[in-house]
């Protein structure tokens, strides 16, 4: 197990750092470097580490969804609300069922089946956009209208959905007697409950930051565990009501900024040095559970799935921000900022494959082939265009 941990700290520094010098993302690097010291590999990982990477991709997620609440305060949210509630359902929506329907057209999936894979790649990555969005708003590109914040929020809320959907149609494919259209009606229900549980836990942490006093260092290990417990004891409700934990987790994050800003500048700057470290797991040991035959077996039907996802999803940015205050080139630039697909790809790609469901291996291999098809294109599309669509910094004096 500890050689394992090396393994995977050291060939995913080397990953990354390679893709990045040739101006590709690091995760991509990183997953390179999972396929190569995996199980198709070099076979350098013991069964230990292969058997609690799912946990491990888990706490990746948690940590960029802390990362993400603490970015963000009420103020900015009340003025992107109305703006994000469509952005946040529509495009998923869209791209979910488009991908579901040519994954059953072109793969011979079921339609349940079709729905994991379909909702696995609609949710759009934190791993991309909450540091690219962080640092436009730290530049202050875009403040006039808020989009990169309310890109943060509505992709947050994005994913609550997809993973939602996903785990409807999870449960859907193990219960016949589940009923369908009360899980999907349950949706906004669970969006209420996470974001209640995320404040709730947030007011505590906050009281108990106030009351005693504790380094931030300890602090952030509070914030991880907490939000594994939320992440675990929605789960342990799963079967009762389903809660957007993912949802919550943000929440916490936006509770601590809220009361204490200056508390929330600091547990950022921490947890953007953790996450250096989650993410090497995050994203080589999901290249380490890739079947390489599975990714060559969807070649080019793979390229086209995707392809048709990303245009629903456009078409359900546009949609979605037809009505709203955003110029074309501001509506054009947050469908690019939603088209990176990485962390919950990771996370869950290869859950359908562990449950044992029929084409699990092609559904983790489609998750991965969005991971490379996507975040290089999405990271250097925001890159470019950021400022030529959203205007100069802003000036604030």
């Known amino acids: 197990m500890m050689m394992s941990l090396a393994y995977v700290i050291v060939f995913g520094l080397i990953g990354a750092w390679a893709f990045k010098f040739i101006r590709v993302p690091g995760l991509v690097g990183m997953i390179v470097a999972g396929v190569l010291i995996g199980p198709e590999g070099l076979g350098l990982l013991d069964d230990t580490m292969l058997a609690v990477s799912e946990d491990l991709r888990k706490i990746a997620l948690i940590i960029i969804l802390l990362r993400a609440g603490l970015g963000l305060n009420r103020r900015v949210l009340k003025d992107i609300g109305k703006k994000a509630s469509a952005l946040s359902i529509i495009p998923v929506m869209f791209e979910g069922f488009a991908v579901a329907l040519l994954t059953m057209w072109l793969f011979d999936f079921d339609f349940v089946r079709a729905g994991m894979i379909g909702f696995i790649i609609a949710a759009v990555s934190p791993a991309v956009i909450v540091p690219a969005m962080l640092i436009l708003m730290k530049r202050n590109v875009g403040k006039e209208k808020n989009v990169p914040p309310l890109v943060l929020s509505a992709a947050s809320v994005d994913d609550v959905v997809?993973?939602?959907?996903?785990?409807?149609?999870?449960s859907v494919y193990f219960s016949t007697s589940l009923n369908v259209t009360f899980q999907i009606m349950s949706i906004p229900l669970s969006v209420?409950?996470?974001i209640v549980l995320g404040m709730a836990v947030g007011y505590a942490l906050v009281w108990l930051f106030i009351r005693y006093r504790i380094r931030d260092t300890k602090k952030i290990v509070l914030l991880i565990a907490f939000g594994i417990l939320m992440v675990g004891f929605a789960d342990a409700l799963e079967d009762y009501v389903l809660v957007a934990s993912l949802l919550g987790v943000m929440a916490l994050g936006v509770m601590i900024t809220e009361f204490k800003r200056p508390l929330g500048e600091r547990l950022s700057l921490k947890l953007d040095k953790v996450w250096v470290f989650a993410e090497l797991f995050l994203f080589v040991l999901v290249g380490a559970a890739l079947e390489l035959s599975a990714l060559a077996s969807v070649g080019l039907l793979g390229v086209v799935v995707i392809a048709g996802?990303?245009?629903?999803?456009?078409?359900?940015?546009?949609?979605?921000?037809?009505?709203?205050d955003l110029n074309r080139g501001e509506r054009a630039?947050?469908?690019m900022a939603f088209l990176p697909k990485a962390t919950v790809q990771a996370a869950v790609g290869a859950i359908p494959l562990s449950l044992g469901v029929p084409g699990g291996e092609i559904?983790?291999?489609?998750?991965?082939?969005a991971?490379?098809?996507?975040?290089?294109?999405?990271?250097a599309l925001i890159r470019i265009f950021a400022t030529r669509l959203l205007g100069q910094p802003a000036n604030t004096g």
Request: hydrophobic share 70%.
């Open 371 to 379: 991971i490379v098809l996507t975040a290089p294109v999405a990271a």
């Open 333 to 335: 630039f947050v469908a």
């Open 363 to 369: 559904i983790l291999a489609l998750s991965v082939l």
């Open 192 to 194: 209420v409950l996470g």
């Open 309 to 324: 996802g990303v245009f629903a999803r456009s078409l359900g940015v546009w949609l979605a921000t037809l009505r709203s």
């Open 162 to 170: 997809a993973i939602t959907m996903f785990s409807t149609f999870v």
